[in-house]
Every structure is written in structure tokens, then in C-alpha cells.
């Protein structure tokens, strides 16, 4: 069974305790956006064998929405971070690369000197 913990109340929350709110880190495009960036924002999910980044809401707990990072394939769980976070942190990063030393970002990675609001451009 998939056990998360939620990074608000540190529960570790057992499946059924959770609601899945599908990929994690969408990009919503405002008005005047193309129909291809609506669509794809509507539509098209990685669905990766592998390396997921995930919503999760603790629906029996506190309520609230959370990112999780795991391996679809082993059901690995590389941790859980804030929904407020606009990618997953250097720590999540650090364990996945941890267990699977070729898999890269698909994002930027913040640094120090890279203050997380500048990622929200
Ligand atoms: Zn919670």
C-alpha cells in the first residue's frame, strides 16, 4: 500500500486516507494563450514509467493539497514537499538522483542564488 506523509500535519498517511489530484507542476496559461498551450494544459500528461511528481490531498487528515515525488514502476516514495512549492526541492531532487543517477530535472533547479520567487515568472 502507498503510505505518504503529509509534509503539513507529518502524518504518515496510508492510500485510502488520500485523494490523488492527478500530475503536479501544470502550467496554466492565462488569457490570450494558444489553443495548442490550453489544450495541452486541458489534456496531455507525462504518465512516465518512473520518476512522478504528484498531487495529493490528506482528505481524512488536514485537508490539505501536497506534492509527492515517487517511482511509478517500484512505488518508491522520494519524499513530499508543500503544493506551494513551484518545483520539487533540491532535497527531493538530491533522492531521487540518489537511487537513479541518470535521471535529470526537466526544470531548472533552484540554487542559492536562485530565490524561489523568481521562479514563479
Ligand atoms: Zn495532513
Redesign the pocket.
Known amino acids: 500500500m502507498l503510505t505518504l506523509t503529509?509534509p503539513?500535519?507529518?502524518?504518515a498517511?496510508e492510500e485510502t486516507e488520500l485523494q490523488p489530484g492527478g500530475e503536479a507542476h501544470l502550467k496554466r496559461f492565462g488569457p490570450g494563450s494558444s489553443d495548442a498551450e490550453f489544450e495541452a494544459y486541458l489534456f496531455a500528461r507525462k504518465n512516465p514509467k518512473g520518476v512522478h511528481f504528484e498531487r495529493w490531498r490528506?482528505a481524512y487528515?488536514?485537508?490539505?493539497w501536497?506534492m509527492a515525488a515517487r517511482d511509478t514502476a517500484t512505488l518508491q516514495v522520494f519524499g513530499t514537499y508543500s503544493a506551494q512549492t513551484p518545483h520539487p526541492t533540491p532535497e527531493i531532487v538530491a533522492a531521487v538522483q540518489a537511487v537513479r543517477p541518470d535521471w535529470q530535472p526537466d526544470w531548472t533547479p533552484a540554487t542559492a542564488e536562485t530565490p524561489a520567487e523568481s521562479l514563479n515568472a
Open positions: 503529509c503539513y500535519c507529518g502524518v498517511a490528506h487528515g488536514c485537508g490539505k501536497f
